[in-house]
């Protein structure tokens, strides 16, 4: 297909809007703070045997890691917070906020080094198992506050260790090697602890730790102009996040603590990071912060800020509350996307205005998760009651592929975003039923299957399948934190002393 020059230079123009990683670097100013980077954001029915009616919400931070990212590792902000906000009553303002907040202790270890004995430039200098972490350099703690109400400011109650009555939380070391930790799933599970939440009669578990990037992709062909055939086959291209890790914040709470009733079970929520307004640093000793706090990663719904919110507004989007979105309304109801796939793949640009989006992106879909009185607000919306497919059943094209605990229903780690959000972009869902795409009421696309060519292996190693190129690393777990056990930074045989 032949492009004219000035086709051409509208698809380089509209490139920005089609940063198809969930969240990774998809802002200007989110680029230079990793730490703060929510990359991906879960919340689903939990399907671990013997947990129905608790919904798991995971939160990644700290994208893109490698494993032999030493000598420091990804350790998280000690001066930010990081939240979970949870809408029960559909107005788009946070009813229950979850925040977590880091603690990062040096421990300056030493070795006899002449005549005296001199700290060590490393993160270990043993082997390191949860009961004895005496070769470790650095602990990470947190805790984790839960607050009421759509106003954060003041202080809220912490969720407490029912081992302990502690409300003092230890996050495992990142995955350094099988030499310093020799089974790291072993290790990293005993750091998953169950906990006693403030106004909920059962109790609920957190976890804060690395763990294996679930999202997949082919990053480097999309990013090179779609580099891609988006109507090829969904194992065609490779998953570039395969060996990449990320920091995970998770919680389980029952359902019933979240909802607002059982009459009312549809949830929204999303997570995001703020960082002091003002910090003060010095050769001498770690930044001073004050407790004024600037919001600058915000992520519900998979691909909002790379798919639909055009590079000007990245930084601001961010930045900005649910209640809010009004002032993004027009990147909805008329994207760029696919007009930006017309001009490079010759595919149908359905009309707008995009009501069908507004559903998708703001509302809810009518009769699956949309509460009964909404604000439009970008959230990802979860009905709690709609119970969990079993990992064995589970389609990774999640509602539209005829599983209604999957995205757009929530979203869990097997759940294909990517060529869901293509489907749904491309018109899959024009109807009257969910929302009108301009005057047209099908799909104007004929059902194409659009991908982008990379998918998982499967919701768990035993219900996977390997075709074409993907890779059979790319599984989850069945039981929380669901992600699985990070890449290691070093897969050496340990080599005995001499």
């Not at 005496?134 to 003041?154: A, Q």
């Not at 060996?243 to 929204?268: D, F, R, Y």
Request: glycine share 8%; net charge negative.
């Amino acid at each position: 297909m032949k492009l004219k020059l000035t086709c051409l230079a509208v698809a380089l123009g509209l490139m920005p809007a089609m940063a198809m990683a969930s969240s990774h670097r998809e802002a200007p100013f989110i680029a230079t703070q990793p730490q703060l980077d929510a990359s991906d954001f879960y919340m689903f029915m939990s399907y671990e045997a013997n947990r129905a009616g608790y919904v798991t919400l995971l939160a990644n931070y700290d994208p893109l890691q490698d494993a032999y990212s030493g000598p420091n590792f990804h350790s998280l902000d000690e001066d930010a917070a990081y939240d979970f906000h949870i809408d029960n009553s559909g107005n788009g303002r946070a009813d229950l906020t979850f925040r977590f907040r880091f603690n990062n202790k040096d421990r300056n270890l030493t070795v006899p080094a002449g005549n005296q004995n001199q700290p060590v430039p490393l993160l270990n200098i043993g082997g390191i198992t949860s009961a004895d972490q005496s070769k470790l350099n650095r602990t990470e703690t947190y805790s984790v506050e839960v607050m009421k109400g759509d106003y954060t400011h003041w202080r809220g109650q912490g969720l407490v260790n029912v081992a302990n009555g502690s409300q003092v939380f230890t996050k495992p070391v990142d995955n350094i090697g099988n030499k310093s930790i020799a089974n790291y799933e072993g290790y990293a599970s005993n750091y998953v602890y169950n906990v006693k939440i403030p106004g909920c009669a059962a109790q609920g578990r957190v976890f804060a730790g690395q763990r294996k990037d679930g999202f997949v992709a082919d990053l480097g062909a999309i990013f090179d102009l779609v580099n891609l055939n988006p109507l090829g086959a969904r194992d065609s291209t490779p998953n570039a996040l395969t060996k990449k890790n990320v920091t995970t914040l998770a919680l389980e709470i029952p359902a019933s603590c979240l909802v607002a009733s059982a009459k009312q079970p549809i949830i929204g929520g999303w997570t995001t990071s703020s960082t002091p307004r003002y910090r003060v640093l010095n050769n001498e000793d770690k930044p001073y912060s004050f407790a004024d706090y600037v919001q600058v990663s915000r992520l519900g719904s998979p691909l909002v800020n790379e798919v639909v919110i055009g590079l000007k507004d990245k930084d601001h989007f961010n930045g900005s509350q649910p209640w809010q979105d009004r002032q993004f309304l027009s990147y909805v109801t008329s994207p760029t996307l696919p007009v930006l796939l017309n001009v490079l793949f010759g595919t149908a640009v359905p009309h707008t205005p995009r009501n069908d989006l507004v559903s998708v992106f703001l509302t809810g879909v009518p009769g699956l998760n949309q509460p009964a009185h909404v604000t439009p607000a970008e959230e990802l919306r979860l009905n709690t009651s709609i119970v969990a497919t079993a990992p064995s059943a589970q389609n990774d094209l999640g509602v539209i592929g005829g599983d209604k605990a999957g995205f757009p229903n929530g979203r869990r780690p097997v759940d294909d975003v990517i060529d869901i959000a293509l489907r749904a972009e491309e018109g899959a869902l024009c109807s009257t039923a969910i929302g009108a795409c301009g005057d047209q009421t099908i799909d104007p696309n004929s059902g194409a299957p659009f991908t982008d060519g990379a998918r998982a292996a499967g919701p768990t190693a035993a219900t996977s399948s390997v075709t074409g190129m993907v890779s059979a690393a790319d599984t989850y777990l069945d039981h929380f934190p669901y992600l699985n056990t990070p890449v290691p930074g070093s897969v050496n045989t340990p080599i005995a002393a001499q």
